[in-house]
């Protein structure tokens, strides 16, 4: 069972689209989310002057997957400066240290290891790591506290709009199951809290059509990159469960096509997903 916090959200400039510090209950860390414009006015930051994680977070090209890139820093800030001159595609930066600065090299070299082995498994981003680092070699105790870390983590990205480090709970299987068909292929999923997600061994069609819109081509082309999606004779199966913003992306890429999802998504007895909204089932 998941259990309730609290995180707060503190807006130094008074500007929602600007720098933002977080802090969560019960938690030595702290983060910033900052855009890439405000790096030279957030350098004195002492949150950049500790050693920790960042993770670098660009737009999706064409409707498909958001590009990220997660480093360690010791301290973070040269690293930042770094990537300001040599990397072009990010945006945004959301970085994690300590405010009791318990976190040494080997923690956030450790940090940065799992957040990408979890990014790569969960195949929602373009990841921009060239390669996964290797896990250093902690003590027992460290590598607890490390992993202590990644959790509350991993709790607040969701909040500040990054969800590439997990993949879909379990909850979706215990509300209603919908289908999809489409040319000979069959889907399932369920529309969650997360989003609408469709379920591992589910089929996608082969084919777009020349109407196909350029963000479901781009998406699909991803997924086919991320093997999310694996060739099976003329189609595609879907080799994990696997969370889309809205039923309408989700059916788009079973179908290969712009789909109405509310329309598309069934229930067995053949009731839409329309109607089981407005019902609130």
Known sequence: MKKPYSIRIFLPDGDPEGLRTIEKSNWSGVGIVMPRALLADCKSRKELSRTGVYVLVGPAEDGGLPRVYVGEGDPIRPRLEQHAIKKDFWMSCIAFSSKDENLNKAHVQYIEAKLVELASAAKRCVLENGNEPALPSLSQADAADAEGFIDEM????????????????????????????????????????????????????????DSCPNYIRQLRAQLIANKVLEPRGKDYVFTQDYVFSSPSLASGIVKARSSNGRHAWTTAEGRPLKLLQEAGE
């Open 154 to 209: 991993l709790l607040c990205f969701p909040i500040l709009g990054l969800s590439v480090f997990s993949k879909p709970s379990g909850t979706a299987k215990e509300v209603n199951i919908l289908y999809a068909s489409a040319k000979g292929v069959e889907a399932s999923g369920a529309e969650t809290a997360e989003g609408f997600i469709i379920y591992a061994g589910s089929g996608a069609c082969g084919i777009e059509v």
